[in-house]
């Protein structure tokens, strides 16, 4: 495994040549993983300053009246913090969705070339992936106005409001990594083929 992420990481853009299905996959795993850990590592402790800032702020604007009243204070105050957080948030996952398309490009080029298959096939998620992050913006500016029209009384129904702004972003970002997958975990093609010989194997 260590081999093969040594391999992608060395060859980031190596457009030719092969690499072999487990090798491929390896690295696939060691990119998901750690974009996934700057994600936790930049998101969860902003989301927990949000909702604390967002508790503060309602409990100093609900002193001194009934605990209905501050309880509907700090649920707005904690959905305007939310709310304000987003962007930062956004920018972070169109950062990260970017150097994931930059890490793994290369690689899933000669993943397509170990099968016999032209690496042009690589544009199909590759721009799937870029129009959902295209999206991201608009995607934002909906979850925001969800938020900031949200009933206070019924969170729940604002949480369902903000699960359909998302518009088709997600959906083409699950299509590029549907097509990843189809055309990733093909066989190698045996001996050598049109794009080189034999592959690089982990």
Request: charge should be positive; hydrophobic fraction near 55%.
């Amino acid at each position: 495994m260590l081999d093969a992420i040594k391999h992608g990481l060395s060859h980031v853009v190596t457009f030719t040549g092969r690499d072999a299905r487990q090798a491929f996959w390896y690295y696939v795993l060691f990119v998901y993983l750690l974009t996934t850990a700057i994600n936790m590592v930049f998101v969860m402790p902003m989301t927990m300053q949000n909702v604390m800032m967002g508790v503060q702020q309602g409990i100093a604007q609900g002193q001194g009246q009934d605990p209905a009243a501050t309880q509907a204070a700090v649920r707005a105050a904690m959905f305007g913090s939310m709310s304000d957080m987003m962007p930062k948030i956004v920018l972070l996952g169109m950062v990260v969705g970017i150097a994931m398309l930059l890490l793994l490009g290369a690689a899933f080029v000669r993943r397509l070339h170990d099968s016999n298959l032209s690496g042009l096939w690589a544009l199909v998620p590759a721009g799937c992936q870029t129009a959902s992050l295209l999206t991201m913006p608009a995607q934002l500016a909906r979850m925001q106005e969800a938020m900031r029209t949200t009933d206070l009384a019924n969170p729940m129904a604002g949480l369902s409001m903000m699960r359909g702004s998302f518009g088709v972003g997600p959906l083409l970002a699950w299509l590029g990594i549907a097509v990843v997958i189809a055309l990733g975990v093909r066989k190698s093609t045996a001996g050598p083929n049109r794009y080189g010989e034999a592959p690089f194997e982990a």
